[in-house]
């Protein structure tokens, strides 16, 4: 089975844009869930989508929105972004279950001026 | 809601020698605790998972271990080698919420 894809794998944007990143899940994934991913802050679970339904939610202003498809395809977006939104965002998708071992993709790695 | 707190956040061996890195939980109803490594400028891997109804888990070099009365998880390698390198990340779940990760451990292995 191919793996997690993401695009873009990498952004530049300047302060105020918003984005829109993307994300394949493996074939037969019904859930995906993205982090942002920064050198002092680690792995930060920014929401879960599953069956096109958000099921889990982290602490992230609601600059940050995300939604899924049929076809279990997700997008995340961030608008009015600040110079403090550049990371690396990864997102990764599992079966559905609780316990299902989650995968994850490359990543894009967003940086704004 | 969860916490996952992961100690060392740094951590230097000798090539050969073992390597432990420790998670503790807050939710006592968490059930499953996957370990993942991630190499510089690659995606988080898993290495390997442990489920609530198990004590221990193996696989070649690495081991995971659950305590479940003191909420804790701990990662074993042994025989380290430079390839071992990396940043390792300990998470934990509770049926479908979210996967909760710990802050990461730097695993320097000196050849």
């Known amino acids: 089975k191919a793996g997690v894809t993401q695009t873009p794998r990498y952004l530049i944007k300047t302060r105020g844009q918003q984005v829109t990143l993307s994300c394949s899940p493996i074939?037969?994934?019904?859930?995906v869930s993205w982090y942002q991913q920064t050198p002092g802050q680690g792995l930060q679970f920014l929401f879960e989508?599953?069956?096109?339904?958000?099921?889990n939610k982290g602490n992230f202003p609601g600059r940050f929105s995300g939604r899924q498809f049929s076809n279990s395809r997700s997008e995340m977006n961030v608008s009015t972004l600040e110079l403090g939104d550049s990371a690396l965002y990864l997102c990764?998708?599992?079966?559905?279950?609780?316990?299902?071992?989650?995968?994850f993709g490359p990543g894009t790695r967003l940086t704004v001026l | 809601g969860e916490n996952v707190e992961q100690h060392p956040s740094t951590l230097s061996v000798q090539e050969g020698d073992s390597a432990v890195i420790k998670c503790t939980y807050s939710?006592?109803?968490?059930?499953?605790f996957p370990w993942y490594k991630q190499e510089l400028g690659k995606r988080p891997q898993l290495i390997i998972d442990?489920?609530?109804?198990?004590g221990e888990k193996k696989d070649q070099r690495i081991a995971v271990t659950l305590n479940k009365t003191a909420k804790h998880f701990s990662l074993h390698i042994t025989e380290t080698q430079p390839e071992d390198s990396a940043v390792y990340f300990c998470?934990?779940?509770?049926?479908?919420?979210?996967?909760?990760f710990g802050t990461g451990t730097r695993l320097l292995v000196s050849p």
């Open positions: 939710d006592s109803a968490s059930n499953y």
């Open positions: 990764a998708s599992r079966g559905g279950g609780g316990e299902d071992t989650q995968y």
């Open positions: 998470a934990a779940s509770r049926g479908f919420q979210k996967l909760v």
């Open positions: 442990i489920r609530s109804n198990v």
């Open positions: 074939s037969g994934h019904r859930s």
């Open positions: 989508y599953f069956s096109e339904t958000q099921r």
